[in-house]
């Protein structure tokens, strides 16, 4: 059996307003919670068994996946009583796994969206002998990322976390957030406490000579922190830039989902998505944007790389660029909203109340 521990206990802070009432990894994407666009790509690479490591809003998650029989998979979750970072995490489901000492178990972050070969991620493991692999991806500018260099056979020789000087950059290749560990090695992980894999166990098991490989595979990969993020990752879903067999319908300019409504003269493109129960009205035009349930665009508004929350109402011929709307807020018509802007859940804009000239 292949296992795999899905990180999902983060309190996705830098989302908010999207996260005041769904924890990250179930704030949609495509039609569907982001993470079951992760659950169905582990089932597809062979995965059986998933374990959850759960914490902000831990609630939400099994009333959705219960055991996982759905996606093909079984589902177990575990709770942080206290946050407790990414190897605390991973160490505090260990015993949930059913793998032997050598046995391969898969680790993901809970908030990247990737194009990942998982099976040759753990090929690479297999043939190298690893005591853990790395999924490493090469990006312009690693500043904001923890480096990894790696050797001709790829393996790892040093974390060095987010270099500010030329000088200190000398690789782009990152941590890409996805691991392939011999099942002993997380026992290693002390328990109990707050760890961090990235700063405190990988760091460790290099200097005490453990085999750490890196396998680079840079196709699709974006770290979905950001509200901006979120956005262009739903769109890609849609536009099949990024795969998943979850995404519910064909690839293309829109995705609407059954109970959705759209006026006919209404224009959605760039991979724009209406949930259930969502309304756009005549003559909206909405690009590159993400619409949750209930939602309701009124006539003649322009959206672009926007999302709309749940129950939200954005008023007739208001303008959104690069906004955030939390759930259940009322923008009233003839706005105008730029410049990721953020309106807080359930939040009341009168009409015309705030405007930005092109000029702004």
């Known amino acids: 059996m292949t296992e795999a521990i899905l990180l999902v206990g983060g309190k996705g802070t830098r989302l908010r307003p999207l996260t005041v009432n769904t924890p990250k990894p179930m704030v949609p994407a495509a039609g569907v919670p982001f ?18 490591a759960t914490s902000y809003l831990a609630e939400v998650f099994e009333p959705h996946f219960g055991d996982g ?6 589902l177990e979750y575990v709770t942080e009583e206290e946050p407790l970072g990414t190897g605390g995490a991973i160490r505090n489901v260990a015993s949930r796994l059913h793998s032997g000492a050598d046995d391969p178990v898969l680790v ?14 753990v090929a690479t493991h297999a043939d190298s002998g690893a005591d853990v692999s790395l999924h490493l991806t090469r990006v312009d500018d690693p ?14 020789t040093a974390f060095l976390e987010k270099p500010q000087t030329p000088e200190e950059i000398v690789t782009d290749q990152i941590n890409a957030g996805a691991y392939v560990f011999r099942r002993s090695v997380i ?16 760091p460790e098991l290099l200097a005490s000579g453990a085999h750490l490989q890196g396998l680079v595979d840079s196709t699709y990969w974006l770290d979905l922190g950001t509200p901006q993020a979120f956005v262009r990752g739903s769109a890609d879903l849609v536009l099949g830039h990024a795969p998943s067999p979850a995404v519910p319908g064909r690839c293309g300019d829109r995705l609407v989902l059954p109970t959705a409504r759209v006026a006919r003269d209404a224009k959605l493109t760039g991979g724009t998505v209406v949930g259930d129960g969502a309304v756009v009205g005549a003559g909206a035009r909405i690009t590159g944007s993400t619409l949750h349930a209930d939602a309701v665009v009124e006539p003649g508004a322009v959206i672009t790389d926007s999302l709309i929350g749940a129950g939200a109402r954005i008023g007739a011929r208001t303008v959104l660029t690069g906004a955030v709307i939390g759930d259940g807020a009322h923008v009233g018509p003839d706005n105008e909203l730029r410049e990721g802007i953020r309106i807080w859940c359930n939040a009341v804009l009168p009409a ?9």
Do not use: K, M, Y
């Open 69 to 74: 029989s759905a996606l093909g998979l079984s």
């Open 35 to 52: 993470l079951t666009h992760q659950l169905a790509r582990a089932r597809a690479a062979g995965v059986e068994h998933v374990v959850l």
């Open 187 to 202: 026992d290693t992980i002390p328990a109990g406490r707050p760890v961090s894999v990235e700063r405190e166990t990988f």
């Open 108 to 121: 993901f972050n809970g908030d990247i969206l990737t194009g990942l070969d998982i099976r040759a991620l």
């Open 143 to 156: 500043r904001a990322f923890g480096l990894v260099p790696t050797d001709p056979t790829g393996r790892v």
């Open 352 to 360: 015309g109340s705030v405007r930005f000239s092109s000029d702004q």
